[in-house]
């Protein structure tokens, strides 16, 4: 769950650590390596890369921008829909407010009404003419 770049780091430092052992890798079983450890929502990007370009002359460092560029479109993707999430929260949380006045508007009303009839009542028993 890492970024391509700190991924891409920790993939060169191991294959530096390699190279000091006399392992060395050519280009494409590095891109091919590299293509093997991307997460399954990758995929797609795998398969586009695999189809549209030749693993064994494409440089790096073009094969690192394409990566980098994908993902950074993946996180504005995310980001956007996050924002669009929010907003609707946001929205709810308004609307639930105006039902939660609401409420209190009817309470208020009913113990007001409550008030007014206990009023006319207490008229009414000590011989009070209610309507005046």
């Known amino acids: ?3 391509i770049k700190t991924m891409f780091t920790k993939f060169t430092n191991i294959i530096y650590g390699l190279q000091a052992l ?3 890798y050519t280009t ?3 891109v091919t390596k590299i293509l093997r450890c991307l997460p399954r929502s990758w995929m797609h990007k795998v398969t586009a890369i695999e189809e549209a370009k030749d693993l064994n002359t494409i440089p790096l460092e073009d094969f690192l921008g394409s990566l980098m ?3 950074l479109s993946i996180k504005n993707k995310n980001d956007d829909e996050e924002k669009k999430k929010w907003k609707k929260k946001v929205i709810e949380l308004k609307s639930s407010t105006n039902d939660d006045s609401e409420k209190n508007s009817d309470e208020e009303f ?3 009404t409550r008030k007014f009839k206990k009023f006319f009542a207490n008229k009414r028993k000590f011989g009070g003419n209610p309507y005046k």
Do not use: G, P, Q
């Open 28 to 30: 494409s079983e590095m």
């Open 110 to 112: 009913a113990l007001i």
């Open 1 to 3: 769950n890492k970024d």
């Open 22 to 24: 006399h392992k060395f």
């Open 69 to 71: 560029t994908y993902e």
